[in-house]
């Protein structure tokens, strides 16, 4: 089965997970999703699955990860991201100083946004196919339009997650349009400009972790 989305201007088709056995393979097939599965202020189980599979992925980065944190669940992080979701400003982004935490200070974003109700796996694992179009170090020429979801996602000090969603509509001409809103930011904020070629050190994973290593990622941090 294939399934078309909307992001931006492209077009993507349903992807196929790598395999790792340490973690596991999200599931990005499903269908009659409930609030449940949607948003995560409801269910503790959606919760803890989104920020498994951002792990997965930054588990499984190449060049391997060194410094890579294991990212939890940070509920003024997903507050945000919800109440942004509900505004249903298509592909916009909120404003820094919303996205101001007073511990963790400033938070990153990722916006994606789907013509119909999907799992939040395949909205995480299409910010992840920008790894396609990017360079660690900076071989190629590497622009946020092309990798920029990418890069937040594997951020390397990144540690906190949260997410909404939101079903919303749009007027079109003399229609209107429904479009499903999917919201994540990230604490600390990550895709600094002048290292955004770099977003974590690459080397043996967990080898420069400053706490203990679970699943190639650092652990115990806070």
Request: glycine share 8%; charged share 20%; net charge positive.
């Amino acid at each position: 089965m294939q399934l078309s989305i909307i992001l931006g201007l492209a077009l993507v088709q349903v992807p196929v997970y790598p395999f790792s056995p340490r973690l596991p393979r999200p599931d990005i097939h499903g269908s009659m999703l409930s609030k449940k599965d949607l948003i995560p202020r409801y269910s503790r189980r959606t919760r803890a699955t989104i920020a498994a599979q951002h792990n997965f992925h930054r588990a499984n980065v190449d060049p391997s990860a060194a410094d890579m944190q294991e990212m939890t669940w940070y509920r003024w992080a997903a507050r945000t991201a919800q109440k942004w979701a509900e505004k249903c400003r298509l592909l916009v982004h909120t404003g820094l100083e919303e996205l101001t935490d007073p511990v963790m200070g400033q938070c990153g974003q990722n916006i994606f946004v789907a013509s119909t109700e999907v799992p939040w796996s395949f909205a995480v694992r299409v910010w992840d196919l920008e790894k396609y179009n990017f360079s660690y170090g900076g071989i190629r020429n590497n622009t946020a339009g092309l990798n920029g979801h990418y890069t937040q996602l594997v951020w390397a000090t990144s540690r906190k997650v949260g997410c909404g969603y939101a079903r919303c509509e749009m007027k079109d001409k003399n229609r209107t349009r429904t479009f499903h809103n999917y919201v994540c930011n990230y604490c600390p904020i990550g895709n600094h400009p002048n290292i955004r070629d770099w977003p974590y050190r690459a080397g043996q994973p967990c080898s420069y972790c400053l706490g203990s290593c679970r699943n190639n990622l650092c652990h115990g941090i806070g």
